[in-house]
C-alpha cells in the first residue's frame, strides 16, 4: 500500500507563488498533482513519468512546474503567478504500473488526502 502526504498548500494574493510537496512511500512509474475546485469535477494539472518527462494542463503551462527528488521520495509541484482560479483542493496521486503518462484520474491508483490552496484577487 502506497500512502502520500502532500504539504505546503495555504493562501496567497493573486501573483503570488506557492510550492507544493508530496512525499510517497513505495515505487512509482507515474506521478500527478490533481485539483478540485467546490462544486468541480477532479482536474489534472501536471504529471511527471519515470524518465522524468512531463504534461501539463493548459491552463497551467508556463506557470507550474512538476518536478521530483527520487532521493527524498518527494513529488513537487511549484506554481507562480497564481490566480484566483487555481482556488482548489490540490491532490498528489501515484501508480506503479507501466502505463502511458495521462492526467486521467482513474489512471491513477494511490491518492493522499490534498492540500489547500487559496488564491485571493
Known amino acids: 500500500q502506497v500512502q502520500l502526504v502532500e504539504s505546503g498548500g495555504g493562501s496567497v494574493q493573486a501573483g503570488g507563488s506557492l510550492r507544493l510537496s508530496c512525499v510517497h512511500s513505495?515505487?512509482?512509474?507515474?506521478m500527478a498533482w490533481f485539483r478540485q475546485a467546490p462544486g468541480k469535477g477532479r482536474e489534472g494539472v501536471a504529471g511527471m513519468r519515470h524518465d522524468r518527462r512531463t504534461t501539463y494542463a493548459d491552463s497551467v503551462k508556463g506557470r507550474f512546474t512538476i518536478s521530483k527528488d527520487n532521493a527524498k521520495n518527494t513529488l513537487y509541484l511549484q506554481m507562480d503567478s497564481l490566480k484566483p482560479e487555481d482556488t482548489a483542493m490540490y491532490y498528489c496521486a501515484v501508480d506503479e504500473r507501466v502505463l502511458s503518462l495521462t492526467l486521467i484520474a482513474g489512471m491513477y491508483k494511490y491518492w493522499g488526502r490534498g492540500a489547500q490552496v487559496t488564491v485571493s484577487s
Open positions: 513505495g515505487s512509482a512509474y507515474n
